[in-house]
């Protein structure tokens, strides 16, 4: 059974900087795809970014599309967003997660972590 633990977020200015990490557990991490999704406040949970852990591919929000970089160290096992250029849309709590390979939803999950783009 995969287990995430995420870090990373805070406030931050709007044009500014921030990398949310995720250390992954257990489970044949080489089987899943890796995510981050976000929930705003009185929002859906959305899609944010995904990556196989063979790190081949790799998959955006239109929303995010050119600011923000998901990427994975399959030796320390960690994932990462690197999120630039932060908008205040880009508020939310974000979540990593994992799917297995070849299945639509993230069946694992982390605790999320506030990501606050504020002046």
């Known amino acids: 059974q995969v287990q995430l633990v995420e870090s990373g977020g805070g406030l931050v200015q709007p044009g500014g900087s921030l990398r949310l990490s995720c250390a992954a557990s257990?489970?044949?991490?080489?089987?899943?795809?890796m995510g981050w999704l976000r929930q705003a406040p009185g929002k859906e949970r959305e899609f944010v970014a995904a990556?196989?852990?063979?790190?081949?591919?790799?998959d955006y929000a239109d929303s995010v599309k050119g600011r923000f970089t998901i990427s994975r160290d399959s030796v320390q096992n960690m994932v990462y967003l690197q999120m630039n250029n932060l908008r205040p849309e880009d508020t939310a709590l974000y979540y990593c997660?994992?799917?297995?390979?070849?299945?639509?939803?993230?069946?694992?999950w982390g605790q999320g972590t506030q990501v606050t783009v504020s002046s």
């Open positions: 990556i196989l852990w063979s790190g081949r591919g790799t």
């Open positions: 997660a994992a799917k297995p390979r070849g299945t639509r939803d993230y069946t694992t």
């Open positions: 257990g489970g044949t991490l080489s089987l899943y795809v």
